[in-house]
């Protein structure tokens, strides 16, 4: 069952919860680490979680991968390695996810979230100064392929701090600054996001009320927070990052040990 009725209130909460997680999203990623939780918190089964995450999720990554494709920092054609990777990669995870029992799903996606969010509290993320990607060399191609299948896999299998694992490893493998990790990391992620939605559609596990309720305010958050990445750099993206998931960890730790 794809469908369930929610009473206003609840999806002004959802409404709300999508704003603020497309807002972070857009800048350094993490936004799942949001959303996921919220939905679990519903009642709705793991796997439909993740379907309907998916497709609220497509909203906020894919706008902003627009605003940084159209403010020039993306290059489809030097990453391109790194888009067949990670739809490979997506593919594989979703599929893989789908024959896992709900019953060890439920107990796998709470520790996920939290080794996600504690990782990314702990990752000393050292300022990158390079305005520009590294020149294509066989073994820059290497590790797009390796770094799209590997995150790709996680997206579609799981999802939750996907961006931001994307944004820290362009940082140390290609030397990139914050803002330039934050525009591939945008469209990767929509990339292994688009292709883990079509994937979760065929198995029929996403709720569509919900996915789209939070995909437009998800669409409206990622607006602000990628113009506000632009506009403000990394002196503004840094700060947000640490504070997000220093909040984020508390939280997951707390309902995943302690509640």
């Known amino acids: 069952m794809?469908?369930?009725?929610?009473?206003?209130?609840?999806?002004?909460l959802l409404a709300s919860i999508g704003l603020l997680a497309g807002f972070i999203d857009a800048i350094v990623g993490g936004g799942g680490m949001l959303t996921?939780?919220?939905?679990?918190?519903?009642?709705?089964?793991?796997?439909?979680?993740?379907?309907?995450?998916?497709?609220?999720?497509?909203?906020?990554?894919?706008?902003?991968?627009y605003t940084y494709?159209?403010?020039?920092?993306?290059?489809?054609?030097?990453?391109?390695?790194?888009?067949?990777?990670?739809?490979?990669?997506?593919?594989?995870?979703?599929?893989?996810?789908?024959f896992i029992s709900a019953e060890w799903l439920e107990k796998i996606l709470?520790?996920?979230?939290?080794?996600?969010?504690?990782?990314?509290?702990?990752?000393?993320?050292?300022?990158?100064?390079?305005?520009s990607p590294p020149e294509l060399t066989p073994a820059v191609k290497l590790k797009q392929r390796l770094q799209g299948f590997i995150l790709g896999f996680y997206d579609g299998y799981a999802g939750p701090g996907t961006g931001a694992f994307w944004v820290i490893s362009n940082m140390r493998l290609y030397k990139l600054n914050i803002l330039l990790s934050s525009g591939v990391a945008k469209s990767m992620n929509f990339t292994s996001n688009?292709?883990?939605?079509?994937?979760?559609?065929?198995?029929?596990?996403?709720n569509w009320l919900i996915g789209l309720t939070m995909g437009s305010c998800l669409m409206l958050?990622?607006?602000?927070?990628?113009?506000?990445?632009?506009h403000f750099g990394a002196?503004?993206?840094r700060p947000i990052f640490i504070v997000i998931v220093m909040i984020m960890a508390l939280k997951l730790g707390y309902n995943a040990w302690l509640s």
């Not at 919220?38 to 906020?60: E, I, Q, R, V």
């Not at 494709?69 to 893989?96: C, D, E, V």
């Not at 709470?110 to 305005?131: H, T, W």
């Not at 688009?194 to 996403?206: E, K, P, R």
Request: proline residues 5%.
């Open 2 to 12: 794809t469908e369930m009725l929610l009473d206003p209130s609840t999806l002004l």
């Open 36 to 65: 996921v939780p919220a939905l679990l918190s519903l009642g709705l089964p793991p796997h439909l979680t993740l379907g309907t995450n998916k497709l609220s999720a497509c909203f906020a990554s894919g706008t902003a991968a």
């Open 69 to 98: 494709f159209k403010k020039q920092l993306f290059n489809p054609l030097f990453w391109k390695n790194s888009l067949y990777s990670t739809f490979i990669g997506a593919l594989m995870g979703t599929i893989l996810v789908n």
């Open 110 to 131: 709470p520790a996920v979230i939290l080794c996600a969010a504690i990782y990314s509290l702990f990752n000393r993320m050292k300022e990158q100064d390079g305005n």
């Open 194 to 206: 688009f292709t883990s939605l079509l994937a979760f559609i065929y198995f029929g596990q996403v």
């Open 221 to 230: 958050g990622a607006y602000i927070g990628a113009h506000s990445a632009i």
């Open 235 to 237: 002196k503004f993206i």
